[in-house]
């Protein structure tokens, strides 16, 4: 995707999600759009095939392109998750990501636990020792910070690579991309190291014991721990 195409993508994409386009309303023609942007009518057809693509409208010929309800967006896409979370929707959406999360990740907890490998296993172990060396630097700034997420995210990516079901991979890895472009509300560094530290390595204790209900079990508790750091920053922002 070049540059000028990313461009106006994104531009219509955010007009869309953030209501300033609405369900049935027409998106200017190919020749609006070039002069608007400044790129040829060959960019501006390829922005609205791509809006196509992703749901966000439907393009008919001699009709231009009408914006398409809600239901029809694909919510895994990665523009339409950015310009999701960067309105006033967003919350909802990260809510819609952890349900997804815990109908998905308990049950691979429990197959991992039945499944899992000497080296994923490793693995697992490798993601936790990142997560507890940078939760005790996170103070320092945002780089132990994301070093702390992007351990969280590789731990969680392990359990379902101990699966071994590579089709569940496809289906959380645009959840898990989710969760790590949203970390805010999802974030509580000062309760790593009695609540999410913990939680985490009851999981791998459970996994590598083989125990699956006892994984599904931790999963389960987690899941629902970071559910309700959402539920707590969504009143926060509600009262602010």
């Not at 953030?18 to 190919?30: F, I, S, V, W």
């Not at 791509?50 to 523009?79: C, F, I, Y």
Request: net charge neutral.
């Amino acid at each position: 995707m070049s540059r000028l195409h990313r461009t106006l993508l994104q531009a219509l994409v955010a007009d869309i999600v953030g209501g300033a386009l609405r369900e049935g309303d027409r998106l200017p023609t190919e020749s609006e759009l070039a002069r608007r942007f400044e790129v040829s009518r060959g960019v501006a057809r390829e922005g609205l095939r791509s809006l196509e693509e992703r749901g966000l409208v439907r393009v008919k010929h001699g009709s231009g392109a009408t914006v398409q309800p809600a239901t029809e967006w694909d919510m895994l896409n990665p523009e339409v998750i950015a310009a999701m979370l960067a309105g006033d929707r967003g919350l909802q959406l990260l809510g819609d990501y952890l349900e997804c999360r815990r109908l998905l990740e308990i049950e691979a907890a429990g197959l991992a636990a039945q499944r899992a490998a000497p080296r994923q296993l490793v693995a697992l172990s490798e993601a936790l020792e990142r997560m507890t060396a940078a939760a005790a630097y996170t103070a320092g700034g945002p780089s132990a910070e994301d070093r702390f997420h992007d351990a969280d995210i590789a731990f969680h990516r392990a359990v379902i690579q101990a699966t071994g079901n590579h089709a569940l991979g496809r289906m959380t890895e645009p959840v898990h991309r989710a969760l790590a472009a949203a970390r805010r509300p999802l974030a509580r560094p000062e309760l790593r190291l009695e609540r999410s530290l913990p939680e985490h390595r009851r999981i791998l204790a459970a996994i590598a014991d083989g125990d699956a209900d006892e994984a599904r079990a931790a999963m389960r508790d987690h899941l629902l721990t970071v559910e309700r750091y959402l539920s707590e920053y969504a009143a926060e922002a509600r009262s602010a």
